[in-house]
């Protein structure tokens, strides 16, 4: 099963507005990622937050984990037509030889 | 700098055929992923190498598949024989040291088995 789930599956909004995402895991993380996906393309990362931080940002992206909640989520200020792309969120064990595990995606779609 | 590279792009195959998928991660990497990713399952690990040796193979659907990391430069995965259900974008990720990094993903690989 995933450990990563997102919520919204689909999200649309306008041009300016701001979009939020959010993710919900089930077990111990070491870190969260955000990775965007173009439609046809491989994923990129966007941030990383370690389990022993609380927010992170980078330009119009914020990240936030409550780890006593299992949960994070990420915003974009200010969205952009170019924002459009699904999201994923992605959770690293802290224990184990385990990789990431990435959960389902929010698709966002920015009308201009 | 060159990203992580894949080939073919896209391949196109009938059932029963062996259908064998490349990638070149990132130079000085020590992690390699293959990920599969449908409409219907999501994002998948298939196998994850670190040092060139596979450490979690657990994804890897069936016998059909395999996946081979012969150099640091280097790796393989392959289906014999190749079903319709195999039909999914093919992804190689590599990372700097572990699988827990940030990963960097190729362009993928689009297979459609007929």
């Known amino acids: 099963s995933q450990q990563g789930e997102e919520d919204p599956q689909a999200l649309s909004i306008q041009e300016g507005e701001n979009a939020t995402m959010n993710c919900s895991y089930k077990?111990?993380?070491?870190?969260l990622q955000w990775y965007r996906q173009n439609s046809g393309r491989g994923l990129v990362h966007l941030i990383l937050?370690?389990?022993?931080?609380r927010e992170k940002h980078s330009g119009r992206l914020r990240v936030t984990l409550d780890t006593s909640k299992k949960s994070s989520s990420l915003l974009i200020t200010a969205s952009r037509a170019a924002d459009t792309a699904s999201y994923f969120c992605?959770?690293?064990?802290?224990?184990?030889?385990?990789?990431?595990?990435f959960g389902s995606g929010t698709r966002l779609q920015v009308q201009p | 700098d060159a990203g992580v590279i894949q080939s073919p792009r896209h391949e196109v195959t009938e059932m029963g055929q062996e259908v064998t998928l490349r990638c070149k991660p990132i130079?000085?990497?020590?992690?390699l992923f293959w990920y599969r990713q449908t409409m219907m399952r999501g994002l998948e690990l298939l196998i994850y190498?670190?040092?060139?040796?596979?450490?979690?193979d657990s994804g890897m659907p069936e016998d059909r598949f395999s996946a081979k990391m012969p150099n640091a430069s280097f790796s393989t995965l392959k289906i014999q024989p190749s079903e319709p259900r195999d039909s999914a974008v093919y992804f190689c990720?590599?990372?700097?040291?572990?699988?827990?990094?940030?990963?960097?993903f190729g362009p993928g690989t689009r297979l459609t088995v007929l």
């Open positions: 990720a590599s990372s700097l040291r572990q699988g827990t990094d940030t990963q960097y």
């Open positions: 077990t111990s993380i070491n870190n």
């Open positions: 937050i370690r389990s022993n931080e």
């Open positions: 992605a959770t690293a064990p802290d224990t184990g030889r385990r990789a990431l595990t």
């Open positions: 130079s000085g990497h020590n992690s």
């Open positions: 190498f670190n040092n060139n040796v596979p450490i979690d």
